[in-house]
């Protein structure tokens, strides 16, 4: 059996894994010049490390990273351990808010309401019953169940700055839930950067006989009587028994719309957000903690600052201070025309909010990133929505992106959850 997956991010690389474990013949197609789709990172000449264009950490609860970095012989260089984290209160600076007793000593809430929140917060983290959740919004419950104080303080301020004040009140319950569910104090990271343990993946899938193809930004796919044939610019035209495109659904879109014109549809008639992200080196500190969830206003536009040297040694990276600031936004909208110098400048001005010395001049240098398809909104009754893996009416083909891991959030451990979910569905060809 032979069959094509395309897009070499996280989801991809887990397909390809499972598929070539059980004698399938895999040819891996990737855009970029290089493997780790949303995960993939850039190095500059001084630096011992790569470092990911668009942030991410792990969890220690993430069990499909881990399962994964056995199978790839990448175990080594996993590395967790706990870095700090504040949030911006209205009238009180940062403060910590990342365990029970941060929530006690939180300065802008009564007792009362701490107590009500802490109980439902234990709730959500050992509950597993999140389909009841999607019915009411992540608004309603908290101000239900844990105060509309609480509401107003702390989980409005972090709904609107990930979705903006259009779409926060829309997002369900279990979305939040999701969130905090899997969440644990001690995060993740790799040696070398997230680039190091996608190129484990690429040796075992070399080793195990799957074709990399990459710089394949033009693919056809055409059906045939037995499946499907993939012409890549440069890579010439390829049988296969089936197809998987392991990519967003404006991918998707753009690779089968003619073959499969009700999913496209379906998938990008659903809400989404991209994101933006700046990357700032400095010459000093900004801080002292890892990540600074921020109030998002008019003139803050980020909803988080992550100062990735607070978690990652500098030395790896030549002894620059390396922060991200990143804000989801809707592709339509004003906003998401603005140029880098902008982007930039922006995230200078918020870097006071954080550090009242900070001054531009600490700037070494900039980078922007951006990406159409981030963030799934996902409102009432979501699951409703999610699309089928194996594409409807459409033999041999799968489709894996991030409308697919709901309720779970984007991340890199449920996609490569999603990948090994979608081999099996390929792998049921195999044994008819």
């Given at each position: 059996m032979q069959v094509a997956v395309i897009g070499g991010g996280f989801t991809g690389l887990a397909c390809a894994t499972i598929l070539a474990q059980n004698g399938v013949d895999v040819f891996l197609y990737e855009k970029n010049e290089k493997?780790?789709?949303?995960?993939?990172?850039?190095?500059?000449?001084?630096?011992?490390?790569?470092?990911?264009?668009?942030?991410?950490?792990?969890?220690?609860?993430?069990?499909?990273?881990?399962?994964?970095?056995?199978?790839?012989?990448?175990?080594?260089?996993?590395?967790?351990?706990?870095?700090?984290?504040?949030?911006?209160?209205e009238d009180n600076g940062f403060v910590p808010l990342d365990s029970a007793r941060a929530l006690l000593q939180y300065p802008e809430l009564a007792i009362i309401d701490k107590l009500r929140m802490?109980?439902?917060?234990?709730?959500?983290?050992?509950?597993?019953?999140?389909?009841?959740?999607?019915?009411?919004?992540?608004?309603?419950?908290?101000?239900?169940v844990m105060g509309a104080?609480?509401?107003?303080?702390?989980?409005?301020?972090?709904?609107?700055?990930?979705?903006?004040?259009h779409h926060a009140s829309d997002v369900n319950m279990a979305w939040l839930w999701a969130r905090l569910h899997c969440r644990t104090p001690?995060?993740?990271?790799?040696q070398g950067g997230f680039d190091a343990f996608v190129k484990k993946a690429e040796v075992f899938l070399q080793r195990n006989r799957v074709r990399i193809f990459k710089e394949t930004e033009k693919i056809q796919l055409e059906r045939t009587r037995q499946g499907w044939t993939v012409a890549a610019t440069n890579h010439g035209i390829q049988e296969h028994d089936a197809v998987v495109i392991a990519a967003s659904p404006r991918a998707f879109a753009r690779l089968a719309s003619a073959h499969a014109p009700e999913h496209v549809a379906a998938t990008l008639?659903?809400?989404?957000?991209?994101?933006?992200?700046?990357?700032?080196?400095?010459?000093?500190?900004?801080?002292?903690?890892?990540?600074?969830?921020?109030?998002?206003?008019?003139?803050?536009?980020?909803?988080?600052?992550?100062?990735?040297?607070?978690?990652?040694?500098?030395?790896?990276?030549?002894?620059?201070?390396?922060?991200?600031?990143?804000?989801?936004?809707?592709?339509?909208?004003?906003e998401w025309k603005q140029s880098d110098e902008q982007l930039v400048d922006w995230a200078l001005m918020s870097c006071r909010f954080i550090n009242s010395g900070f001054h531009p001049d600490w700037l070494i240098r900039s980078r922007v990133f951006r990406e159409e398809y981030a963030q799934?909104?996902?409102?009432?009754?979501?699951?409703?929505?999610?699309?089928?893996?194996?594409v409807h009416g459409v033999p041999r083909l799968f489709h894996a992106s991030l409308a697919h891991v709901y309720p779970w959030d984007r991340g890199t451990n449920f996609a490569l959850e999603l990948g090994g979910r979608v081999a099996n569905e390929v792998l049921k060809i195999k044994k008819r």
């Open positions: 493997l780790g789709g949303l995960a993939a990172g850039f190095q500059e000449l001084t630096w011992s490390s790569t470092l990911e264009a668009f942030y991410h950490h792990w969890f220690k609860s993430d069990e499909h990273v881990q399962r994964f970095a056995k199978i790839w012989n990448a175990e080594e260089g996993l590395i967790f351990k706990r870095p700090s984290s504040v949030f911006q209160t802490g109980a439902a917060l234990a709730y959500l983290k050992f509950s597993k019953k999140w389909r009841k959740l999607e019915k009411i919004s992540a608004e309603e419950w908290c101000t239900q104080e609480g509401f107003e303080r702390i989980w409005k301020p972090l709904l609107v700055g990930k979705f903006g004040e001690e995060l993740g990271t790799y008639g659903q809400p989404s957000l991209g994101v933006q992200v700046v990357i700032l080196a400095l010459n000093q500190k900004l801080g002292e903690h890892y990540w600074y969830s921020l109030k998002r206003t008019a003139l803050q536009p980020f909803l988080a600052a992550i100062e990735h040297t607070n978690f990652v040694d500098s030395a790896q990276y030549d002894g620059e201070n390396l922060i991200y600031l990143a804000k989801y936004v809707d592709v339509k909208s004003e799934p909104i996902v409102g009432l009754n979501a699951s409703r929505f999610v699309p089928p893996i194996h």
